[in-house]
């Protein structure tokens, strides 16, 4: 369910006597990205305890045209002794922590178990880099010790004590911690990227131009005729403009990682430049 203009999926259920509606609802966008995993919903059929019974999912379109939503993986089994929790989301993301929320699970009686992976390991099979335990009737948390720039999934058990157990993990939601903030004095020469001829992230720096007109990276020449320096101020590599894409007036842009200044008495910024006139 993701789009800016999602609408309402109900879930009707028939038992023979007519439909009972929106005995489940799920309302306006879930993911934010086409990409983002699903999630998994539990609907609960007690009420239609040992009746035959038809389910009808009515979704609703919302004001627009990205309102696209979809289903997949219908079972109808017993229910878990131990339900799995719902409404993970991910906020407040900084360089080494992340808030997460969730549901509140009544049967969850010993807490929550918060686990954060690194970007595609197997939750089944790999150790979780970070484990977060939380008390009963707990719906958010801080998880701490993240390393800055790096992208992670993290999902949720609910741990129902000891006669049901653990749930099964929830849907993972990805989240990526923001750039560390550098302490001046503070250098980069650019020696650490690979020259390619496309800027990579690095030490958080980022290229963000719009355009074909680009900051790259040279361990020589630009590569154009006539223009640009044939070699680095010092070292081997060098970030330069090419100026063979685009068009007059656009601009390329590229911005560095926050640099803390506040220990230097007069600071001041020095860069090397290179204009072929």
């Not at 609907?43 to 004001?63: H, I, M, Y």
């Not at 999902?155 to 302490?183: E, K, N, P, R």
């Amino acid at each position: 369910m993701f789009g800016a203009d999602m609408g309402i999926l109900h879930v009707d259920v028939d038992d023979g006597s007519g439909y009972v509606l929106d005995v489940f609802t799920i309302t306006g966008q879930q993911q934010t990205a086409d990409v983002d995993p699903w999630t998994e919903n539990i609907v609960d059929l007690s009420a239609f305890a040992g009746a035959t019974v038809t389910v009808k999912f009515r979704g609703e379109r919302g004001a627009g045209f990205t309102s696209d939503m979809a289903i997949d993986d219908v079972s109808f089994v017993e229910a878990p002794s131990c339900f799995t929790p719902t409404g993970l989301t991910v906020t407040n993301t900084s360089n080494d922590s992340v808030d997460v929320t969730w549901d509140d699970n009544p049967g969850a009686l010993d807490g929550y178990v918060i686990l954060v992976f690194n970007d595609g390991d197997d939750p089944l099979v790999d150790a979780p880099v970070v484990t977060s335990n939380e008390p009963a009737g707990a719906t958010s948390a801080t998880v701490s010790g993240l390393l800055a720039n790096s992208t992670y999934q993290v999902y949720i058990q609910a741990d129902c004590g000891a006669a049901d157990g653990l749930s099964l993990l929830s849907s993972g939601q990805s989240f990526t911690t923001l750039c560390a903030v550098f302490v001046a004095p503070y250098f980069n020469d650019f020696e650490n990227l690979t020259p390619s001829n496309a800027f990579v992230e690095e030490d958080c720096w980022i290229e963000t131009s719009l355009g074909a007109y680009t900051w790259d990276v040279s361990g020589a020449g630009t590569g154009s005729f006539n223009t640009g320096p044939d070699q680095a101020f010092s070292g081997t590599n060098f970030l330069f403009t090419e100026a063979s894409s685009g068009a007059q007036g656009d601009e390329a842009f590229l911005v560095s990682p926050l640099i803390d200044v506040s220990a230097l008495n007069a600071p001041v910024f020095v860069i090397q430049c290179s204009v072929h006139l």
